[in-house]
């Protein structure tokens, strides 16, 4: 089935037509748009219900004694998961947002780790049912920023007190046995996590031998536990940033987050013939370095809004999904071999001639959007064209 999606302008087809309600009065869709704009409203109001479903039954595991472990969680959890994928998927690969589906796919993460969390605190004795759990849970990179990709990894960090420090092993055994419950129960959930275990203190020690570890943290998002602990690394990751050495660490992330040689030949930058899309030059990596020029002191990127790289955002997200998609896995080149599937997926394809070309020239005059908004002062961001 052709998507009736075309290029940039994905996100802009309206959907203001027709009526609101489905009561006794209401006129069937007679249009294809009408009829695609009613699905994708019955798509989103069955994704509310199964998210709701998701934390209903967490609540209801945990407090269950005795029913507060793992497999039971999973085996319920499982097939709601499930279902969430299969609607936000069909919902996309009909012509819906690209921004709505990136952002859902994290709000299903998050309430997969929040539930887990919630039974795994309390059957390992972390925690009872009133106070509040020594540890926190954060989203961080693409996950802190809800943006998820099918093939994305859930960047999560587990945010243990400073006491845990003095502990010979660095974690007490009923954190241990929670974050163990958390990690195991989103693999088997089908989540691919990439995560790690620190005090707010071991993350700026590491932070100083490895800038790419503040350039994660800059999307940093609460999910769950010890809002303080949260706030500790919130803090202390801004005052870094805003300190009088902030302006060599607002480099290092942006030496990190680069992925190109500003002065480099197109050749040489491998805008050529089968591009990766995130880590490639002027690819999704460079926009978040396009993004964070210019962040303010605190070290939260502000949301963009000069038009050419709102555009490249959502057309290099739209590929990219699309991608995962058709690839089954993370696959982030563009390669030949998929090219006509994403041709076909995105509506560019015409009879009787290949317009591969039409979507690599796509491709390529977004990336040069990023890459232009790299070479421009910060200042200028506004007056970019």
């Known amino acids: 089935m052709t998507i009736g999606v075309q290029a940039s302008a994905a996100s802009h087809a309206s959907s203001a037509h027709g009526k609101a309600g489905l009561g006794s009065d209401y006129d069937a869709p007679t249009t294809e748009a009408e009829r695609c704009r009613v699905a994708g409203s019955l798509m989103r109001s069955n994704f509310a219900t199964v998210i709701s479903s998701i934390r209903h039954n967490s609540r209801v595991i945990a407090s269950e004694r005795g029913a507060g472990d793992g497999p039971n969680a999973v085996k319920v959890l499982r097939p709601l998961v499930a279902q969430a994928h299969r609607i936000l998927r069909e919902r996309f690969e009909a012509g819906g947002s690209v ?53 994305s990894d859930l960047d999560l960090l587990f945010l243990l007190p400073e006491s845990n420090r003095a502990c010979a092993d660095g974690c007490a055994p009923a954190t241990e046995a929670c974050i163990s419950a958390v990690v195991g129960g989103l693999w088997d959930l089908g989540f ?18 490895d800038p790419t570890v503040l350039a994660g943290l800059l999307d940093r998002r609460f999910l769950w536990g010890g809002f303080s602990l949260f706030t500790s690394l919130d803090t202390a990751v801004t005052a870094l940033l805003s300190g009088p050495d902030g302006g060599r660490w607002r480099d290092a992330v942006g030496r990190a987050l680069s992925s190109t040689d500003r002065f480099a030949s197109p050749e040489t930058q491998g805008l050529g013939k089968e591009p990766d899309l995130k880590r490639g030059p002027g690819g999704l990596r460079d926009l978040q370095r396009a993004i964070w020029i210019n962040a303010p002191g605190s070290g939260h990127p502000r949301l963009f809004t000069e038009p050419s790289l709102v555009d490249a955002h959502r057309f290099l997200w739209l590929v990219r999904c699309h991608l995962h998609l058709l690839a ?58």
């Open 328 to 385: 089954g896995r993370a696959e982030d080149r563009l390669s030949l071999s998929f090219q006509p599937g994403i041709t076909r997926r995105l509506g560019l394809d015409a009879p009787r001639k290949s317009a591969a070309p039409l979507l690599m020239d796509l491709v390529r005059r977004h990336r040069w959007s990023v890459l232009a908004a790299l070479n421009v002062p910060a200042s200028a961001g506004k007056a970019m064209r």
């Open 192 to 209: 691919v996590l990439d995560h790690a275990v620190r005090s707010a203190s071991e993350c700026l020690e590491l932070v100083r031998d």
């Open 99 to 151: 921004e709505d589906y990136v952002c859902d796919r994290a709000k299903l993460a998050d309430s997969a780790v929040i539930g887990l969390l919630h039974i795994a605190s309390i059957s390992s004795g972390l925690r009872n049912r009133s106070m509040v759990a020594p540890l926190a849970a954060v989203a961080v990179g693409g996950y802190g920023r809800r943006e998820l990709a099918p093939g």
